[in-house]
T-cell receptor, first 115, second 113 residues
Framework: AQSVAQPEDQVNVAEGNPLTVKCTYS??????LFWYVQYPNRGLQFLLK??????LVKGSYGFEAEFNKSQTSFHLKKPSALVSDSALYFC?????????????FGIGTKLQVIP | GAGVSQSPRYKVAKRGQDVALRCDPI?????LFWYQQALGQGPEFLTY????????KSGLPSDRFFAERPEGSVSTLKIQRTQQEDSAVYLC???????????FGEGSRLTVL
């Protein structure tokens, strides 16, 4: 079984400050890891993914995430938050062992950037 | 079109009615997924197609839910005898290949009265 935990329901950060949205995962094999963002009444938009290689992955809108195998974490980060970053963020995992295709999402973390 | 297209965007049904939700994936995308997103929750997996083959339907909550993709492109999610607990946003996503990210449509919001 595969699962994702996002321990924070909401993260508040002042505009211009660095932000971190936490994610930990559980898989039996090797993971593919993803971050998505959702704006109100919209579908999910892809931000970035980790497949293999460098543990630090860079994505859209200045976001990056660090894969940490020993801590089974994939935290989303941005050096300087913008008010427009305020949205719902979802971490997701796919266990690639045995060709399994299902992508499992976390419950989401609401990011509020305060002007 | 350039993205995943879902219709209708909004559907109100009376309890007991049947509904059909359509998904038109990105052209050439082999994989197609359906997810259910309840208010304040993350997307929950329903079913997965690779071309026309439904390879995983483990997430379908009951036998009232049925999905098909007969020609390996457009997919339809059908819910029979709708219940209030079926109220949710139904998201469709497609993917080019096994390692690829999912591209989501904007969802179909179903409200069952």
């Amino acid at each position: 079984a595969q699962s994702v935990a996002q321990p924070e329901d909401q993260v508040n950060v002042a505009e211009g400050n660095p932000l971190t949205v936490k994610c930990t995962y559980s898989v039996s094999g090797n993971p593919y890891l993803f971050w998505y963002v959702q704006y109100p009444n919209r579908g999910l938009q892809f931000l970035l993914k980790y497949i293999t290689g460098d543990n630090l992955v860079k994505g859209s809108y200045g976001f990056e995430a660090e894969f940490n195998k020993s801590q089974t974490s994939f935290h989303l980060k941005k050096p300087s938050a913008l008010v427009s970053d305020s949205a719902l963020y979802f971490c997701a995992v796919r266990d690639i062992s045995g060709g399994y295709q299902k992508v499992t999402f976390g419950i989401g973390t609401k990011l509020q950037v305060i002007p | 079109g350039a993205g995943v297209s879902q219709s209708p965007r909004y559907k109100v049904a009376k309890r007991g009615q049947d509904v059909a939700l359509r998904c038109d994936p990105i052209s050439g995308h082999v994989s197609l997924f359906w997810y259910q997103q309840a208010l304040g929750q993350g997307p929950e997996f329903l079913t997965y197609f690779q071309n026309e083959a439904q390879l995983d339907k483990s997430g379908l909550p009951s036998d009232r839910f049925f999905a098909e993709r007969p020609e390996g492109s457009v997919s339809t999610l059908k819910i029979q005898r709708t219940q209030q607990e079926d109220s949710a946003v139904y998201l469709c996503a497609s993917s080019l290949k096994n390692t690829g990210e999912l591209f989501f449509g904007e969802g179909s919001r179903l409200t069952v009265l």
